[in-house]
């Protein structure tokens, strides 16, 4: 190995002691009290809590949309913490992609064009753009919608645009905050599967959820409270009594 090659070798994010507080109305909260997590290639992390633990916003730092009070990051082994905006969109770009519950896809912009978005500025040639966003469409099973735009598909078809944006740029990353949210039970499960399929294939995966069956899906759940990491183990366990804020049992089992 050499010394360039010191990245392969360190987990893929290392979070430790990250704290983030938001002052409004002159009332300081700190949402994020001190976390600390390691994410590993090939994770499929399900991060889970009550509403306002800070769930998002340790995505958000994840993701480098947002940035820690203190605390250090490095992903792929490099500080990412204190970057600015453009260093920050460079490393985004590179390594991150995103699914939203809102989708937030182009209205007027086809499926096609808005999987070919990321790439817009990149200098890569339209046409290989444009064969790379037909086979991500494929995989996702849109072959047959390229053509149309978001408000001639349904809300499990969009998610699925916005996934295949998300892989464009081949992320090592994919970050989703509640990405079926808006979606019934059957599509879900649809999205989950590809979740599941993009996973195998070598992408790490977090995933910000209040649904049991996403956070079934993951390999491994992380749970905070409060803006801390109250538990982190195995594979959440089927709900007894609703997505309730305590401790989970798997808190003891550990890393996979
Ligand atoms: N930009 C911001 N400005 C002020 N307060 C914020 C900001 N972002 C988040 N917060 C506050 O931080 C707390 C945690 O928010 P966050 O969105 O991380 O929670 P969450 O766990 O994702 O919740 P939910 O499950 O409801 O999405 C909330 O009290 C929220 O009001
Ligand atoms: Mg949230």
Do not use: W
């Not at 090592?172 to 879900?188: F, M, N, R, V, Y």
């Amino acid at each position: 190995m050499t010394p360039g090659d010191a990245h392969i070798a360190a987990p893929l994010a290392e979070l430790r002691d990250i704290t983030r507080s938001f002052v409004q109305a002159g009332r300081e909260t700190r949402v994020l009290r001190g976390i600390s997590l390691t994410l590993h290639r090939g994770d499929f992390l399900a991060l889970v809590g009550s509403s306002g633990s800070g769930k998002s916003t340790l995505l958000h730092i994840l993701g480098l949309l947002d940035q820690p009070d203190s605390g250090t990051y490095a992903l792929n082994g490099r500080d990412v913490a204190g970057l600015d905006d453009e260093a920050a969109s460079l490393v985004r770009s590179r390594f991150i992609g995103f699914v939203f519950q809102s989708f937030y896809l182009m209205p007027r912009a086809s499926a096609l064009e808005n999987v070919m978005l990321p790439g817009m500025y990149t200098g890569e040639r339209l046409s290989s753009m444009r064969e790379r966003a037909m086979a991500l469409l494929d995989q996702v099973g849109l072959a047959d919608r390229v053509g149309h735009i978001p408000a001639q598909l349904s809300g499990g078809q969009q998610q699925r645009v916005s996934l295949a944006r998300a892989l464009f740029n081949e992320p090592d990353l994919l970050l989703a905050d509640e990405p079926t949210g808006q979606l019934d039970a059957a599509t879900s499960e649809d999205i989950l599967a590809l979740f599941q399929e993009i996973n195998a294939s070598g992408t790490s995966i977090v995933v910000v959820t209040h649904d049991p069956q996403t956070a079934q899906a993951a390999r491994r759940s992380v749970r905070v409270h409060d803006g801390l990491v109250v538990a982190d183990g195995g594979p959440a366990p089927a709900p007894a009594c609703g997505d309730g804020d305590a401790p989970s049992a798997t808190a003891s089992a550990g890393l996979p």
